[in-house]
């Protein structure tokens, strides 16, 4: 399925080809939720790493932010890229999962059905002001799940061609 998104003020759009659309993920770790603005989490999507085309290119920044490892900050390998204009958050990269991208579901311009249920990651770190809401058949971790995000798609008849 093509899925196409676009920031804010409308200097960057994108588009790419996802097998996993479904917006169900929600993360609640701290990056994650400053990075998202004022929700209490952050909602991804997978999209095919070589399918991404992008207009304004020029516009795009990246971000990485600082994680504590072994007592020592340094800069996580993810990446997340959002418009140096409006500071509107696009889409995550990581370099462990090259052929991969997660665009941000609130910055997608493709309509998407609800997803069935609701996973609920880095419970272990979300902000005491943040209440976890869902559905019948939500899961939720403390970390992140071992269960992919394909596995979880597949299990709930959601992959797409």
């Known amino acids: 399925m093509l899925i196409e998104g676009s920031c804010h003020c409308g200097k960057v759009r ?11 993920m929600r993360c609640y770790c701290s990056i994650c939720r400053k990075a998202g603005g004022g929700g209490g989490y952050s909602i991804n999507t997978e999209a095919d790493a070589d399918s991404l085309e992008v207009e304004g290119k020029q516009h795009v920044k990246i971000f990485r932010a600082m994680v504590e490892r072994d007592g020592k900050l340094e800069k996580s390998a993810h990446q997340r890229h959002f418009c140096g204009e409006c500071g509107c958050h696009l889409w995550a990269f990581h370099p462990q999962w090259p052929e991969l991208i997660h665009p941000v579901a609130g910055s997608l311009d493709t309509e998407l059905a609800p997803p069935p249920a609701h996973v609920h990651i880095m419970l272990g770190s979300k902000a005491a002001w943040v209440e976890v809401e869902g559905k ?11 269960k992919s995000i394909a596995d979880w798609h597949d299990d709930h008849g959601l992959t797409v061609d």
Request: net charge positive; glycine share 4%; proline share 18%.
């Open 136 to 146: 019948p058949g939500d899961v939720r971790f403390d970390r992140y799940p071992e």
């Open 14 to 24: 994108y588009r790419a080809r996802s097998r996993h659309p479904s917006p169900y």
